[in-house]
Each structure stands twice: as structure tokens, then as C-alpha cells.
């Protein structure tokens, strides 16, 4: 088991409030010390594992499976502590996709997505002369869809063993006595300082006189208020009642669309998971209105009948294959893919073995394709994001991925609440070639409409390995998420890495526009330098994704890795 120790001692008091007492996190007779806990990255647990973007998040989850909870319990757990200790991204004001494969076979795809409000319209961010306004998409009130986390916590709830109200007393604890930030979160909190002063209309415990710094105690006292309000009443304390009332008085405030009839009306959806082959594993990945599951699939089927291995790791023939699949797989995206509610995505053409061989037929070895030259095929038929991977005693399989889209997502607080609201409406199609902020163009697909889910990139994907279950993987990241599970899965199947080796080796994206190659500075300078001469752009960019993995090793147990490229840790026993 590796460690590493990050023990941060308040140096400060946050808002004129002295340290609270510890947070009950494994029961009445034990605590977790707010002020001290270790990450740790990779461990093998003989029962259940978690991994997740926090250590104190990834311990509850962990400590609902010891009471006795599943992997749907920690899941739920995990994620609510996440709404707390991880603000930029663990959300209740967002929405995400679950999917799961129980111990029986039966797989579940639970959609949460946010939804555009019943006053959007297809041109609500164009000006007068039809300009695309993204400021409005990105940031401010207007961008928020309806929130979604909790309706997909509550149909989750149907398949966990544990009451709810034991599953979200962490988090309230959390909330209401504070935990201390590590360095990271508090750079993350100062950088967005001015936006929240900008895009809010009452004062938020995420600004203060002084900036932030590690070993400061974040206590979120109105988001402790909702999270009560939400353990009393369920869902309904959220969607109905003070909260919503508190949300749309926010929305009137700055000039947002959401109505209590919005709030009372969403419903978490069930989706049929997307499964498919790949060099003889199965894997179940998340359809519409998720892309990640056909990108997926796509990109996997279309480089199978090459000897990827044989290449070798990252040489320059095996990234080049990879990068004109994901170039063909993200042309297909612009123009294919929307909520399936609303559009019909052509799912079976997609990820056909006679379509995907087409698409790549004019791949040419040691030459760089031109996005200009690439179009979406011919069918006739979102960075800051946060991952959660479960495997619990029994062998069912959990992967979360949830998000507020943009970090700490529309900037907006909601007064009196205590919890931030999403950007999500900018993963629409603003306007036919616009681009959004991860650079994805969209078309009538993906339009804007009331009720409609826009379109998502998060690839909350399982693998099963001779018939058996083996692997729950997913991370944030944007446009970049389903290029990174498709490199983490290539780097297990092909190359035959360790867990932590798969997911922490340098990435690399590209996503048919803008026409560029995006590598992590560690990427291979030998092979960047090739792909160059071979008439690639590339361009060097921070760090690609924060992945989460467990997997069932040596004979039953649980190997958890979290992504070496943040605070993110694991958790089990």
C-alpha cells in the first residue's frame, strides 16, 4: 500500500468561527480528525473498495460498506460527502449518470442529468444579431439546468441496503462542523474569488477578507440546513419546500429561469446501458445523453483489428491510430448525438462493425488526417467533473460520474442554501458550429429545448473479464473523459499494465475540432517529436482527467487506485 501523508493543523479561524468538534465518519464511537487524513493511492482491500476525487469522501464511502451498506450505499454516501468536501466539482446542484451491474447480472444505467428549464428556447444566448452570448452559457444564473444529483440519489436509493438518513449524516457533519482544505482547493478557491464576488447576490462562505491557504476549516452551516432539510424530507426537501423556494428567489434575483414547476417535475431516468466487445472483454458504458458510451465504443472497435500491442506503448504508430479514431469518433459526435428523448441517435450504425470500418477507411499510417477533410459519418437510421468507483463484498459494480460542468460551476451560490448551481446549459449547442467551453461543436442534435438533456461526455464505464465481473472506471474531465477511459482501458487490454500504471501514464486527446493533438507535459518527447513530422499540431496542456478505478484481483480482492493527478484517494476494508 502506498501513502502519502498530507496532515494539515487550522492555522486560522474561518469567519470568526473557532474549530468545530470532529465529524462522526465510522460511527458514534469513532471519528474521523478533520485536521489530519491520509491519501492513499493505491491499496488492496480484501472486502469493498472506493475511490474517489476526496479522502474523506472515499472513508465514508468505505465505512457504508463496514455497517453493512453495498456498493450502492457507498456510492450514495460518497457522493454527498463529495457535495461538501469537494465544492469545484461534488455536487447537490448538478446532476450526473450512474451505472451499476449487480451481483445477479442485471445492469442499471441511471440518468441525473440536468435538464434545460420549461422557458429555454433554442436562442436564448444569441443576441439581437444572432451572435452567440457564451458569457450567458458559462456563467451567471441563466447557465444553470435543473438540478439532477438529488432524483438520481433517491433511484439509487432503490437498490442500497442502508436508510437514508444514516447514508447523508456524514456529509451534514461535514458541513455543519467543517474540514480542512488541503492546498489545492484552497489555489481553486482563491482563483474563483472574483467571479464569486461577480456572479452572486448574497454573501457565500467561499469568500472571505484573506485568501485561502491549506489548513483553513471550511464550514458550510446553510448547505448543513439543506442537507437536513433533504435527510427529514427526501427528495421533496429539495424539489419542493424551503430549498426550492430558496432556489428560484436566487433565479429571480439574477434574472435565472428556473421555476418551482421545474424543481417538482424532473425525474431520474433509467437508460439501457451500452455493451459491447473488445478483444474479448465485455464492456458496459453509458448511452444517450452521454456520448461516452459510443465514443467509446467507437474508438475501441475502430483501432481492434490492428496489433495495438505490437506498436508498442505510446510509440508513435499506436498514437497515431488512436488519435484518428478519436478523430472520427468526436466528427460523429457533433452531429449525431443529443438527448435520445429528443432526438433519435442512431446508437446501432454508430457502433456497427460495417460503419466503423468505413469510417476508417482513408486512415493512412505515418500521415496526419485534417479535420477539414473528416466529416461526421452518413447515417440513414463536459472539466471539473468528479468520478466515484465502488465494488463492494458481494461483487456488485458502481461507477458515478457527476459534475457541476465549469469548476465550482455557474459561480452562483444559492442564497441561504449554502450549494453551488451548475453551468450544464452550455453543454448545448448554443449555436450550430459554436464552440463550448471544452472546445465540442454541436448541431441540431444537441439544441436547446425545455425538458431537453444536453448532450454529456461523462463515460462512467465497467469491464468484465472472462465472463466474470472485473473492473469499475470513470473520470472528470470534459470533452477529455472518454479519451481517457479509452487509453486506460487500451493500456489494461493491450498493454498489460498495472491498474495504477494505466490510469497515471501521460495522456493525450484529440477531439476532431479544434484540429490539435493536446498531450501532459510528461507525454514522450520522442514521440511527440514523430507525430509532428508526421504534420500533427500539438500542444501541451495541464494535466488530462483525474481517473478512479477498482478491480477485482488475486483471487477476490479489491485493488482501488485514485489519479495521481489531484487530492483524490482510496478507501476500504
Known amino acids: 500500500m502506498k501513502k502519502a501523508n498530507l496532515t494539515f493543523i487550522a492555522a486560522m479561524l474561518l469567519c470568526g468561527l473557532s474549530a468545530q468538534p470532529v465529524p462522526s ?150 458541513a455543519e462542523k467543517g474540514f480542512v482544505i488541503t492546498e489545492r482547493e484552497a489555489n481553486n478557491l482563491n482563483n474563483s474569488r472574483e467571479s464569486f464576488i461577480k456572479y452572486n447576490t448574497k454573501p457565500t462562505v467561499f469568500v472571505k477578507p484573506v485568501k485561502w491557504k491549506a489548513g483553513d476549516t471550511l464550514v458550510q452551516k446553510e448547505l448543513a440546513a439543506t442537507l437536513r432539510r433533504i435527510q427529514k424530507n427526501g427528495a421533496k426537501g429539495f424539489y419542493e419546500g424551503e430549498t426550492a423556494q430558496l432556489i428560484v428567489e436566487e433565479m429571480q434575483r439574477g434574472n435565472g429561469i428556473i421555476q418551482l414547476e421545474d424543481l417538482k417535475n424532473y425525474t431520474a431516468k433509467l437508460r439501457e446501458p451500452l455493451k459491447f466487445e473488445y478483444r474479448g472483454h465485455r464492456i458496459i458504458s453509458f448511452a444517450p445523453p452521454s456520448s461516452g458510451g459510443i465514443l467509446l465504443a467507437q474508438m475501441l472497435k475502430m483501432i481492434e483489428k490492428y496489433s495495438v500491442k505490437n506498436m508498442g506503448f505510446q510509440s508513435a504508430k499506436s498514437v497515431q491510430l488512436m488519435i484518428e479514431a478519436e478523430r472520427r469518433a468526436y466528427a460523429d459526435r457533433a452531429e449525431h448525438m443529443g438527448d435520445p428523448d429528443f432526438w433519435k441517435v442512431p446508437v446501432s450504425t454508430l457502433t456497427s462493425d460495417a460503419y466503423l470500418t468505413q469510417r476508417m477507411a482513408d486512415y493512412q499510417p505515418e500521415k496526419a488526417g485534417q479535420s477539414v477533410h473528416v466529416k461526421p459519418g452518413i447515417i440513414k437510421e463536459s472539466e471539473e467533473t468528479t468520478h466515484l468507483s465502488v465494488i463492494d463484498a458481494d461483487g456488485n459494480l458502481v461507477s458515478v460520474t457527476t459534475t457541476l460542468n465549469g469548476g465550482y460551476g455557474c459561480k452562483t451560490v444559492v442564497g441561504g442554501a449554502g450549494f453551488l448551481l451548475n453551468n450544464e446549459m452550455d453543454d448545448f449547442s448554443v449555436k450550430p458550429g459554436v464552440p463550448n467551453m471544452y472546445g465540442a461543436v454541436g448541431g441540431e442534435a444537441n439544441a436547446i429545448a425545455p425538458g431537453k438533456r444536453m448532450l454529456s461526455s461523462m463515460t462512467p464505464t465497467l469491464m468484465m473479464k472472462d465472463n466474470k465481473p472485473y473492473l469499475t472506471i470513470g473520470t472528470p474531465g470534459g470533452t477529455t473523459i472518454p479519451t481517457s477511459v479509452y487509453q486506460a482501458l487500451v493500456n489494461l487490454v493491450d498493454f498489460n499494465m498495472t491498474l495504477s500504471d494505466a490510469i497515471n501514464k501521460p495522456k493525450f486527446h484529440h477531439q476532431w475540432l479544434p484540429d490539435e493533438v493536446y498531450v501532459e507535459k510528461e507525454f514522450i518527447a520522442t514521440t511527440r517529436q514523430e507525430l509532428e513530422a508526421m504534420g500533427y499540431h500539438i500542444q501541451e496542456r495541464p494535466s488530462i482527467g483525474r481517473t478512479e478505478a477498482v478491480r477485482i484481483v488475486n483471487g477476490g480482492k479489491r485493488e482501488a487506485v485514485a489519479d495521481i493527478r489531484g487530492d483524490d484517494s482510496v478507501a476500504g476494508y
Open 25 to 174: 465518519i465510522v460511527g458514534p464511537s469513532k471519528a474521523v480528525n478533520p485536521y489530519k487524513y491520509t491519501i492513499v493511492k493505491n491499496a488492496v482491500y480484501s472486502h469493498g473498495a472506493v475511490s474517489s476525487a476526496h479522502p474523506l469522501a472515499s472513508q465514508v464511502g468505505a465505512a457504508m460498506l463496514k455497517r453493512g451498506g453495498n456498493a450502492f450505499d457507498a456510492a450514495i454516501a460518497t457522493q454527498l460527502a463529495l457535495a461538501v468536501v469537494y465544492p469545484g466539482a461534488g455536487n447537490i446542484g448538478g446532476g450526473g449518470f450512474l451505472l451499476a451491474r449487480r451481483t445477479n447480472g442485471e445492469l442499471i444505467g441511471l440518468d441525473y442529468r440536468e435538464a434545460a428549464p420549461s422557458r429555454a428556447s433554442r436562442d436564448m444566448y444569441l443576441d439581437k444579431n444572432g451572435n452567440a452570448q457564451v458569457s450567458l452559457s458559462q456563467n451567471g444564473h441563466l447557465a444553470s439546468g435543473i438540478p439532477g444529483t438529488i432524483a438520481g440519489l433517491f433511484a439509487s436509493l432503490t437498490y442500497a441496503r442502508l436508510p437514508f438518513r444514516q447514508l447523508i449524516q456524514p456529509a451534514i457533519d461535514l
